[in-house]
């Protein structure tokens, strides 16, 4: 420290590059989503409560004879384990790049909010407070856990990369792929809300906002990594879901 007050360097451009590249790899993702993980499933056990696209990823596992509740999670886990494997990353994380997440995630979240906040104020849309009682945030807030993990496993880790990949391969290029690939994904996204038991009334408002929220999660995804997509996802939902 003392080298770099001298030589007129400050750490903390090493520092942010660090922290940057460290919060991107798929370990730091599972270290810092194994919490939100935990506390969904116990959630699901406990409450009763369940996320639509863990419900759909757990119906494609049943449908391949793997029914057990903890398959899906068990499988999250070793997904980015593997991928760690595979990038050859360390195995070490540094003492400040998880706090540091969690502070990222926030920031993300209120910014998505503020795309909410200006989309409404363009189309005069003006949204009704609900009131709940505790209990019922609590059971909000455990299942948006599972949105921010599972939508984000879905949409993100597992379909806006394949389509990715799948545009590449058809000699687009790479950039370009993954526009498309952005594109195509937050349509599904957006649309993904509006099918299914649990699927609300198509509005024109929502779909917008909820094809913004996709493009938004995949640029992050993109340059920030599965970690902050999904904890800035649950953060987002948290915070206009219950608060």
Not at 216 to 233: E, K, N
Request: a neutral charge; glycine letters at 10%; charged letters at 10%.
């Amino acid at each position: 420290m003392e080298n770099s007050v001298l030589s007129g360097r400050h750490p903390w451009p090493r520092l942010a590059e660090g922290y940057w590249a460290e919060s991107r790899q798929p370990l730091a993702s599972l270290v810092f989503l194994a919490p939100l993980l935990i506390a969904y499933e116990l959630g699901v056990l406990i409450l009763g409560v369940q996320n639509g696209a863990d419900a759909f990823l757990a119906g494609l596992l049943d449908r391949m004879g793997f029914s057990q509740h903890f398959v899906l999670p068990l499988v999250t886990v070793c997904l980015l384990l593997g991928w760690h494997h595979v990038s050859r990353d360390s195995w070490r994380l540094s003492a400040g790049t998880l706090s540091a997440m969690v502070a990222e995630c926030v920031l993300l979240a209120v910014a998505l909010r503020l795309i909410l906040v200006l989309q409404s104020a363009m189309a005069m849309a003006v949204s009704t407070p609900i009131e709940m009682h505790l209990g019922d945030r609590f059971g909000l807030a455990v299942g948006f856990l599972g949105a921010g993990i599972y939508e984000e496993l879905l949409f993100r880790l597992i379909l806006l990369s394949g389509v990715a990949w799948g545009f590449r391969r058809a000699g687009t290029k790479p950039w370009l792929a993954v526009v498309l690939a952005a594109v195509a994904t937050s349509l599904l996204f957006a649309a993904a809300h509006y099918v299914g038991p649990s699927g609300e009334p198509l509005g024109w408002f929502s779909f917008v906002f909820r094809f913004v929220a996709g493009m938004f999660f995949a640029v992050v995804f993109s340059y920030r990594g599965f970690g902050i997509a999904a904890g800035s996802h649950a953060a987002y939902d948290i915070l206009v879901g219950v608060f």
